[in-house]
């Protein structure tokens, strides 16, 4: 397949086996599909050593962090690749954050630093040069609003047409407006996520359009560079925690896929522990989870932390495997815990869009249950940007979202005052 060897699909189910030639989403079982290599045919230290002499690139495609790891994101020519750059987001102490969950070595992995501004860019970068290689001239997905914004971007630069359906009511303003800027037909279907998920796959199949949600085995092989990259800012020493959230169960499934090849690369020598979080009100993994049950949908999710409002996500099977490869847990956390706990992330100068939050709502949440050690060294995903949902930002600090439950309880809430001097001075006191 266009130069690439010792790469092929293989069913996270039943373990059967496809060649690249062919587009495939799933396997004839129903089976979502990974990306697999012979890891035994990669020397692991010279790899790691190759990884470093690239750190700092200025141009090129190898500049990216995404393809600095290409060899195991996908290994082809360059002149295939579809690549804005994406990835080289910086690892911030996690500063009043920190203070607020109660852990003293924080890190707070920004991925809203990423070109369209969420991690869903080191995805499609893999995501779209895949299109690139089969060959494809329109590709579809259904969003939330992050995906639809990145697959609009690197489809306009890359020439191909893209196709997004997004539920009707909330998608949030920024999400929305990139995807329209970026020059996405954009289809608003009477449905939810869930039920746009259901039609993309639908008309992908008989459309012969490229489908690019996070069911595509590749998106999942561009967002193990988050941990790649975290590793590397990290000199290769392994936190203890990472925490991340969980809505589609893509990026999660993606950590730690990304880890546990590093770790049989003997890259790394230790496994970190992986906590992923879910919106209370939209948390299939966390009961499923607690409940030691089978994996039941959920058929109404709502959560103001919309990138994660998804019942019936496509990668829990991979999820739970990576959870149970790295003794991970599931945790979920309240709408008032999401937003409290983005007030401090955005309070410490950071910023982050709510579902983005649920890492550090999360991670306090298991500092309190004794589960994360104050003590541990912890790294946080912030998904997306703070840009991203403004009305949550704005509707939070003027304290209007009580009727969905949320108090302004860390508001910041703007002055109106008359013009005059006295007037700023009692308002800059605080009286
Ligand atoms: C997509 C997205 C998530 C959820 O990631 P999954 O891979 O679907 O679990 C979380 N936060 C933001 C900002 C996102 O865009
Ligand atoms: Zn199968």
């Known amino acids: 397949m266009k130069g690439?060897?010792?790469?092929?699909?293989?069913c996270v189910h039943c373990g059967k086996q496809y060649d690249l030639e062919q587009v495939r989403y799933n396997c004839e079982c129903g089976g979502i599909l990974d990306v697999k290599r012979d890891l035994s045919k990669i020397d692991g230290k010279k790899l790691k050593q190759l990884w470093?002499?690239?750190?700092?690139?200025?141009?090129?495609?190898?500049?990216?962090?995404?393809?600095?790891?290409?060899e195991l994101i996908l290994d082809v020519a360059e002149e295939y690749i579809v690549t804005r750059q994406e990835g080289n987001t910086r690892l911030y102490p996690a500063g009043k954050?920190?203070?607020?969950?109660?852990?003293?070595?924080?890190?707070l992995k920004h991925e809203g630093e990423n070109p369209t501004g969420s991690f869903k860019d080191r995805g499609m970068t893999c995501g779209a040069t895949a299109a690139?290689?089969?060959d494809a001239t329109?590709?579809?997905?259904?969003?939330?609003?992050?995906?639809?914004?990145?697959?609009?971007?690197?489809a306009a630069i890359s020439g191909m047409k893209s196709i997004i359906f997004i539920p009707e009511g909330k998608i949030a303003y920024g999400k929305l407006a990139q995807a329209l800027a970026f020059g996405g037909i954009t289809l608003q279907i009477k449905g939810n996520f869930d039920d746009g998920m259901e039609l993309v796959q639908e008309v992908?199949?008989?459309l012969n359009i490229y489908l690019l949600n996070s069911i595509n085995p590749f998106r999942i092989e561009g967002q193990k560079a988050i941990g790649y990259e975290i590793l590397q800012q990290l000199d290769w020493e392994v936190p203890d925690w990472f925490v991340i959230p969980g809505g589609n169960l893509g990026n999660n499934s993606a950590l730690s896929k990304g880890l546990q090849e590093l770790y049989e690369l003997g890259i790394i020598s230790?496994?970190?522990?992986?906590?992923?979080?879910?919106?209370e009100g939209s948390n299939p993994l966390a009961r499923m989870w607690k409940n030691k049950t089978g994996y039941v949908p959920l058929k109404n999710p709502d959560t103001i932390a919309t990138a994660i409002k998804i019942g019936n996500p496509v990668s829990w099977e991979k999820a739970m495997r990576g959870l149970e490869w790295c003794n991970g847990v599931v945790e979920d956390v309240t709408e008032q815990e999401i937003m409290d706990a983005k007030a401090m992330v955005d309070a410490a100068g950071i910023g982050a869009e709510p579902a983005s939050c649920c890492s550090v709502a999360g991670a306090k949440k298991l500092v309190d249950m004794g589960i994360i050690s104050p003590d541990a060294k912890v790294v946080g995903?912030?998904?997306?940007?703070i840009l991203k949902d403004p009305d949550a930002v704005v509707g939070y600090h003027k304290d209007t979202l009580r009727d969905m439950g949320i108090k302004g309880v860390y508001a910041n809430k703007p002055h109106v005052i008359e013009p005059t001097l006295e007037a700023v001075k009692a308002a800059i006191s605080g009286k």
Request: aromatic share 10%.
């Open 4 to 10: 690439i060897v010792n790469t092929w699909l293989e």
């Open 52 to 70: 470093e002499s690239r750190w700092g690139m200025k141009r090129g495609p190898l500049s990216s962090g995404v393809w600095r790891y290409k």
């Open 270 to 279: 230790k496994i970190p522990r992986i906590a992923v979080i879910q919106a």
């Open 204 to 206: 992908c199949a008989k």
């Open 97 to 107: 954050a920190a203070e607020y969950a109660g852990i003293r070595n924080f890190l």
């Open 132 to 134: 690139k290689i089969y």
């Open 138 to 154: 329109s590709v579809a997905c259904a969003s939330t609003g992050n995906t639809s914004a990145s697959m609009a971007s690197y």
């Open 381 to 385: 995903i912030l998904t997306g940007n």
